[in-house]
Every structure is written in C-alpha cells, then in structure tokens.
C-alpha cells in the first residue's frame, strides 16, 4: 500500500490561515499590527526569490513587510547598526538576516546581534539554549514545520523511535529538541554513523535533513514509519535540464512508509509560514498577550 502523501503546501496554506485570523484579532482588539524586517546582503538569485516570497506572504496576512537590502561589500560596522536600528524599532517584532552572508561577514556575530525577542528564525545562541533546556525559545522554522505535520499526522509522538539523519545547527539539532520535547526516543545520526541503514530501519520517525540528495533508500525505512524529507537538491535530468529530490528516494520510500513528505512541496512552503507564525508569536510575547494555539511548538 503507497504511503500517504503529506501535503506541505495545503498544510502551509492553513498555518498562514491561523496567521491572518491571529493578526486580524491583535488589530482589532490592541491595535496591533506585527512587523516582520528581512534584511538582505548582496544579490544572490536565491535568496533575491526566497524573500520576495517572504515579503509576499508577509502582506498576504496583513502584518508590515519591511526589506532592508545592502550591497555585497558592506561593512560589518554597517550591517550591526542595520540590525541594531531594527532592535530599536518597536514596530517590528521579527528580524530575519538572510544567509549565507559574504564571506568578509561573521555570520554568528551578525545573529547573535539580533535581539533574541525578535529572533524569529531562532538561531540566536540564546534561543539555541533555551530551546535545549526545554524552555520557551523562539524555534527555527524548518524544524517547526517539520514537528507540526508529525503531529497533524500522528497525533501524540509520544514513545516513539524517531531518528534524526544530519546534525545541523539550523535543522538536526533543533528537530532533535523538538522531538525529545514530544517525548520521543530520538537519535542523531550523520555520515559517520556505524551501520547507518539498520539505525534508520528502527525508525518510526525518520527526518531526513543530511543534504546529499536521494541518500535513503526504501530498504532502509520500516514499514509504516512516516518519512520527512529535508532536503532540496538539483539533480541532472538524463533528458536534460534538472529537477529537485530531496534526500531519500522517494519512489521506493513511499512504496514502505505510511507517510512521507514529496519535495518539492512537502516541508519547503511550511518553512515561511512559520516565520510569519513566529513573527506573531513575537509579537504577542513582546505585548504579554496569549500566544496563538497551533502556532509553537
């Protein structure tokens, strides 16, 4: 039986739902409007596309869309005042740097300048702490929408074997606290692994965040388990051209899995949508409000 298919972009599109009821409400009620400030370094085609995006669906819901850009050589001097002027500004409530920085910039430096209250991609050391200790952290987006379609579609995770593939500070790490923070039995595998497939093969759970394109094969999935697929890659097309997998085969993992997330399409759109939903979130901590149920983690 073919897995079922976990539909990112529909689940995206409720979760932007929840955003727009939720800032319709702080408008209405406390006049309210959350701000979110990107703040872009150079012209790198990527990442022009990605906060166009960003900047669209920040409208779409009603909150301020704010867009800082700076040419590729500015100073470090130049950018920290940039970030600091938004921590200044209590007109925005999210602050988001996009990377990667220049290599002349100390990306670390740069986020953790960031007031952690604002820091809506959670990647402030502070957030990074808080997240760990189990505290309320403002929580990187990727992870989060990663744990909220498990829950959508699992309901309670609690007791189950999940297995996280990758270590990165932006995605394995958080999504390991999340999920030990639902109460499963997580382990954080990566390239250096011994026996790496039967690792994945006790799974309920496996999130595939390694960035190697269609790495897990469908021998390495237990039956049922239900498969979040991290990864964007391009790979060659043999007709020509290229197209994007993620970092599991898909075919023949869904052809085991109960369920599993389709790239494009599947974690990708949740990414945004729950930078706005931190971005609400931010605000409403910042006002001590109640934050919106369905939002955090």
């Not at 400030?37 to 150079?42: H, I, R, S, Y």
Request: glycine share 10%; net charge negative; hydrophobic share 45%.
């Amino acid at each position: 039986m073919a897995a079922t298919v976990i539909d990112g972009k529909a689940f995206a599109a409720k979760v932007r739902g929840l955003v727009g009821e939720q800032v319709s409400k702080l408008k209405a009620d406390h006049g309210i409007i959350p701000g979110l400030a990107v703040v872009l370094v150079g012209d790198d085609p990527a990442s022009q596309v990605y906060v166009k995006s960003k900047g669209k669906m920040t409208v779409e819901v009603g909150m301020k869309s704010v867009e800082h850009r700076m040419n590729s050589d500015v100073s470090e001097a130049d950018l920290l005042a940039m970030v600091q002027s938004l921590n200044d500004d209590p007109t925005i409530h999210g602050i988001l740097v996009q990377l990667p920085l220049p290599d002349h910039l100390n990306s670390d430096l740069v986020i953790n300048s960031i007031d952690p209250a604002k820091d809506v991609d959670g990647f402030h050391i502070s957030n990074v702490g808080l997240l760990g200790t189990g505290q309320k952290a403002m929580v990187p987006c990727t992870p989060l929408g990663s744990l909220m379609m498990l829950r959508d579609h699992l309901g309670s995770l609690s007791g189950l074997n999940a297995v996280v593939i990758g270590r990165s500070n932006i995605v394995g790490k958080p999504m390991a606290q999340l999920l030990l923070g639902d109460s499963c039995t997580v382990t954080i595998a990566h390239s250096r692994t011994k026996d790496l497939a039967e690792v994945v093969r006790r799974a309920d759970i496996v999130v595939a965040a390694v960035g190697r394109s269609q790495m897990v094969p469908g021998d390495w999935i237990k039956p049922g388990a239900t498969v979040i697929d991290v990864g964007i890659n391009r790979i060659d097309k043999p007709e020509g051209g290229t197209r994007l997998v993620g970092d599991v085969e898909y075919e023949s993992c869904a052809a085991v899995a109960g369920a599993i997330t389709p790239v494009p399409g599947g974690v990708g759109p949740m990414t945004i949508a729950c930078l706005l939903a931190n971005t609400v979130t931010a605000c409403c901590r910042v006002n001590n409000l109640v934050e919106p149920k369905g939002l955090t983690a």
